[in-house]
Nanobody
Framework: QVQLVESGGGLVQAGGSLRLWCAASGRTFGSYAMGWFRQAPGREREFVTA????????YYADSVKGRFTISRDNAQNTVYLQMNNLQPEDTAVYYC????????????????WGKGTLVTVSS
């Protein structure tokens, strides 16, 4: 079993930055790929970004490319999401996701979910 706990959400003005992090426990951290999804009110959960097991490869949704950066520290069992130039359309609950055998780029490839952290971007 894997437990994922997100932190770092909050309220920020448009153009601002936030850093989310997700602490993992319950299994060797390097044995799963990690990702972030988000869900805005009234919308389906969508992929944001992912990183492979050792951190060598990253993936981004087109909507966040150039603004968001995912990274992981396997020694600290933590994955980070640096979000810059935030816009109101980035407002959502952000979920940490872990994939054991597949990189979590779609909801059906996620083996474990965190409970989410709310990011609100004001205009």
């Amino acid at each position: 079993q894997v437990q994922l706990v997100e932190s770092g959400g909050g309220l920020v003005q448009a153009g601002g930055s936030l850093r989310l992090w997700c602490a993992a426990s319950g299994r060797t951290f390097g044995s799963y790929a990690m990702g972030w999804f988000r869900q805005a009110p009234g919308r389906e959960r969508e992929f944001v970004t992912a990183v492979t097991w050792a951190g060598a490869t990253t993936y981004y949704a087109d909507s966040v490319k150039g603004r968001f950066t995912i990274s992981r520290d396997n020694a600290q069992n933590t994955v980070y999401l640096q979000m810059n130039n935030l816009q109101p359309e980035d407002t959502a609950v952000y979920y940490c996701a872990a994939g054991i055998t597949r990189v979590p780029k779609t909801p059906d490839t996620v083996d474990y979910w965190g409970k989410g952290t709310l990011v609100t971007v004001s205009s």
